[in-house]
């Protein structure tokens, strides 16, 4: 599976484009409002600042009575006598930014090589997941392990294997969580606190399963291996919203709880041929 971009290179002019058609007939549409209103006033009226029915503004800000320079006082005065204008007027600024910098930032955001990493899946170029169904998915498991590692244009990768344990929480109780075993300093996640586990002895939980199980990173979890309890230090915490965000990466042995699912991600020494690399392999 290829870790596409969010929109082809080839499209990435259609959002600026389409925006800025949106902002210009946005603002349009507002000065056409305002110019709606002038039609109904003589000239001099207009001049004069006064209301659509012919009344004079008389109360508010004097000229004579300010100590501010007379460009800042008429600007005031002014200012005061049609804040509904102005105030419409902000509101569309507020909006036109919003519009532009918003679409932007998400764009940027998402084509970020490292927006994978916070959200629980390393920075892979090519990624397999293999269902477990039977003793022939571990055999598909490992002839695929065989193919990567012989690959000339696979630069690294990591075979990873989920299983299901149960671990318990400060409040006495058990939940079950999936627990990712294998190497995860090759092509690691972002770490929201701590690091990634680097021994048997060691796990990382994911935000959703510390906040399930009442611990926090430095605590010990009572975790459940091949049938007997097994305590485990907690050395970090990461985002992740895979698998419903409630996970965990570890160094389980093989055969040490319910086996789930395999997961292959590989990084090319040529990036741009991710969709033939994935194809061939």
Known sequence: LRLEPWMPQSKLWLAPA??????????????????????????????????????????????????????????????SRRWTMFVLLFFVFVVSVFIMVVPSSAALTVRSPQ?????????????????????????LFDAAVDTLAAAPDVAEF??????RHEVGGT??????LYVESGDHDILPVSYADGRAPSGEGEIALSLLALAETGHRVGDT????????????????SYQDITHGGKTAKAQVPEGGGD??????AARLTDASQAEPAAERL
Do not use: C
């Not at 927006?115 to 055999?139: C, H, K, N, W």
């Not at 990591?158 to 299983?163: F, I, N, S, V």
């Not at 409040?171 to 079950?176: A, I, L």
């Open 18 to 79: 389409l925006t800025a058609v949106a902002v210009f007939a946005l603002i349009l549409v507002f000065v056409r409002l305002l110019l709606r209103r002038l039609n109904r006033i003589s000239p001099v009226a207009a001049l004069r600042a006064t209301e659509p029915g012919g009344k004079a503004w008389t109360r508010g800000l004097k000229l004579h009575r300010m100590a501010t320079p007379t460009n800042v006082s008429l600007g005031l005065i002014d200012l």
């Open 115 to 139: 927006f994978l990493t916070y959200m629980g899946v390393g920075p892979a170029d090519v990624r397999i997941d293999l269902q477990y169904a039977d003793d022939s998915s571990a055999e």
């Open 158 to 163: 990591t075979a990873l294997t989920t299983t």
């Open 171 to 176: 409040d006495g109780t058990s939940v079950n």
């Open 221 to 236: 979890l009572d975790v459940t291996v091949a049938g007997s309890g097994k305590q485990l230090a907690i050395v970090g």
């Open 259 to 264: 086996t789930m699912w395999y997961v292959l």
